[in-house]
């Protein structure tokens, strides 16, 4: 590994040591997400996305936790406020809304985000931002919702190069199992049939993120990376039993989980 990539697993690190403190003052939270989506996030953060130029868009509210996790890493989000996370009255709400700081936009309802998407991609045309790109995180989960597919289909028709998708295909959600609620694969071939440049590769792999997302904004096609995740990924001291949705972390659980994130960064 070398120096580049392995600062990006540390900075994936970092985004999974702030989440677990963000989610332990209540005890439990969206700690699952920021652990499958660690890696996707660093590496955009780290390579891709360039403010005052780039769009964020986060598709599925509840994974802004690691979104304002990296923000604060990257300088975009005072990392003081971190520790708001989830309280009355604070901007860094649980579930992120239009008044969530240092993205451009946050969904509540599930499978809005690449409309979104497609909308400031569409924008940037008329405008002559011919240079801007719009990253939104996708959930698999997200795929079984019929407007995802119906904003491929634009975007693809539009030619929209502008947009990269990042699929967290971590086989979750509030139900259980993707797999087990609606049957989403083969889902590289789906997006493909949609007419975008797609890859699929291993989400926890920044090596392989790094690659796929350097093809991805060279395509002058819309592009789509499945990123193949898991929500406990990067803590081994979480119960193989937990639940990866929603993790309930109570005090003894967090200090080891702290712990163990800040051994493997010192």
Not at 2 to 18: G, M, N, V, W, Y
Not at 160 to 183: C, F, K, R
Request: proline share 4%; net charge negative.
């Amino acid at each position: 590994m070398d120096q580049k990539t392995e600062s990006l697993a540390a900075l994936a690190d970092r985004i999974r040591l702030h989440a677990v403190r963000m989610v332990a003052t209540h005890g439990l939270g969206y700690l699952g997400q920021a652990l499958s989506s660690a890696e996707i996030l660093a590496t955009v953060y780290g390579r891709v996305y360039r403010p005052e130029v780039d769009r964020i868009v986060i598709s599925p509210g509840h994974y802004v936790i690691g979104a304002f996790a990296a923000a604060a890493e990257c300088g975009l989000l005072d990392p003081a406020a971190l520790a708001t996370y989830g309280h009355d009255g604070s901007r860094l709400e649980a579930i992120g809304t239009e008044r969530s700081p240092s993205i451009d936009l946050t969904c509540g309802s599930l499978g809005q985000g690449l409309s979104a998407a497609v909308g400031f991609a569409l924008s940037d045309r008329l405008l002559g931002r011919t240079d801007a790109r719009t990253v939104v995180l996708v959930s698999d989960g997200e795929l079984e919702e019929g407007q995802v597919w119906e904003a491929a289909m634009f975007a693809a028709h539009h030619g929209l190069g502008g947009i990269i998708a990042l699929v967290d295909a971590n086989n979750s959600q509030v139900d259980g199992p993707v797999a087990e609620i609606t049957t989403i694969e083969p889902v590289a071939d789906k997006w493909r049939a949609f007419g975008w440049h797609v890859q699929d590769v291993d989400g926890h792999d920044i090596q392989a993120l790094e690659s796929a997302l350097e093809k991805a904004v060279r395509s002058d096609r819309p592009a789509v990376v499945t990123a193949r995740t898991a929500t406990t990924t990067g803590l081994d001291c979480l119960p193989s039993t937990i639940d990866g949705h929603f993790v309930k972390l109570p005090p003894k659980l967090a200090e080891q989980a702290v712990a163990e994130l800040e051994a493997r960064l010192a």
